[in-house]
Nanobody
Framework: QVQLVESGGGLVQPGGSLRLSCAAS????????MGWYRQTLGKARELVAV???????NYADSVRGRFTISRDNAKNTVYLQMNSLKPEDTAIYYC??????????????WGQGTQVTVSS
């Protein structure tokens, strides 16, 4: 069984920072793309940032320049450093990863989500 477990969410004031972490565990042969998505009530889940196995990141326009995605392949962990947070960044943040539990089999896995609230 493969699991993704997020941590690091919470309440922060506008202009503040948070760092999210997501660790993959279980039977893992390889991990390619890892990413962060977010969702607010009544809206579709949206991409925040993704990172390739080689470390190249891509960002939504709304977060580019404020958020940084990174990963530690040895720990099967992806991070999202969020700076200059705005109230509109408030959402449940989900981790996603493209994982092969065994050679030749690949699936998308999702974490349970972590709440980020930006408010004064």
């Amino acid at each position: 069984q493969v699991q993704l477990v997020e941590s690091g969410g919470g309440l922060v004031q506008p202009g503040g920072s948070l760092r999210l972490s997501c660790a993959a565990s279980g039977t893992i042969f390889s991990i390619t793309r890892m990413g962060w998505y977010r969702q607010t009530l009544g809206k579709a889940r949206e991409l925040v940032a993704v990172i390739s196995s080689g470390g190249q990141g891509n960002y939504a326009d709304s977060v580019r320049g404020r958020f940084t995605i990174s990963r530690d392949n040895a720990k099967n962990t992806v991070y999202l450093q969020m700076n200059s947070l705005k109230p509109e960044d408030t959402a449940i943040y989900y981790c996603s990863a493209n994982i092969s539990p065994i050679r030749g089999v690949v699936s998308d896995y999702w974490g349970q989500g972590t709440q980020v609230t930006v408010s004064s």
